[in-house]
T-cell receptor, first 119, second 111 residues
Framework: GAVVSQHPSRVICKSGTSVKIECRSL??????MFWYRQFPKKSLMLMAT?????????EQGVEKDKFLINHASLTLSTLTVTSAHPEDSSFYIC???????????????FGPGTRLTVL | KQEVTQIPAALSVPEGENLVLNCSFT??????LQWFRQDPGKGLTSLLL?????REQTSGRLNASLDKSSGRSTLYIAASQPGDSATYLC??????????FGKGTKLTVNP
């Protein structure tokens, strides 16, 4: 099956610092990818949708200047949490959607997630 | 706004038991519904995807049904095993590729 990696898997940082999370698809290309956030005992919440080469579309309530998304290529996207605060502590998950072209399916392929803890 | 609810929030069963997980959604105008598995501190693995025109999908010991008009789906797990222990998430899409997730059901299968 399709493989998506995320790095780092776990990060602890001080309040006010910036953290970059990398999401990479290892064996397929996708123009569309998503970033989700999951708080303990809560649903995964979509933060933003990005298409390669375009600006990301952020969901309501998600600050675009705080969560910077760079969809650099068809296999790589990064999420930078700028000036992180304790309330940003969460589990961040990315996913790639190859789309329906070429016999693809509706399935998104998820990364293993990154646990961010801001002290 | 679409909302997805999963019941129960947690379930503990002995090995070998058949079980049913429930998912309901408020807006029946969905494009498809998916069931995912999430292991602790890990990402999601897609288990089954049901298109809105379908009634059920099967994969091995898993069977998912969809009643779009009533806004309900069930995931049936036959002959449960300790390796099935995980959180099971239900998610729907409404015409775009955006997924709306439930909070999940945490399943524990005891040896």
């Amino acid at each position: 099956g399709a493989v998506v990696s995320q790095h780092p898997s776990r990060v602890i940082c001080k309040s006010g610092t910036s953290v970059k999370i990398e999401c990479r698809s290892l064996d397929f290309q996708a123009t569309t990818m998503f970033w989700y956030r999951q708080f303990p005992k809560k649903s995964l919440m979509l933060m933003a949708t990005s298409n390669e080469g375009s600006k990301a579309t952020y969901e309501q309530g998600v600050e675009k200047d705080k969560f910077l998304i760079n969809h650099a290529s068809l296999t790589l996207s990064t999420l930078t949490v700028t000036s992180a605060h304790p309330e940003d502590s969460s589990f961040y998950i990315c996913s790639f959607w190859p789309g329906l072209a070429g016999g693809g399916t509706d399935t998104q392929y998820f990364g293993p997630g990154t646990r961010l803890t801001v002290l | 706004k679409q909302e997805v609810t999963q019941i129960p929030a947690a379930l503990s069963v002995p090995e070998g038991e058949n079980l049913v997980l429930n998912c309901s959604f408020t807006d029946s105008a969905i494009y498809n519904l998916q069931w995912f598995r999430q292991d602790p501190g890990k990402g999601l693995t897609s288990l089954l995807l049901i298109q809105s025109s379908q009634r059920e999908q099967t994969s091995g010991r898993l069977n998912a049904s969809l009643d779009k008009s009533s806004g309900r789906s069930t995931l049936y797990i036959a002959a449960s095993q300790p390796g099935d222990s995980a959180t099971y998430l239900c998610a729907v899409t409404g015409g775009s590729e955006k997924l709306v997730f439930g909070k999940g059901t945490k399943l524990t299968v005891n040896p």
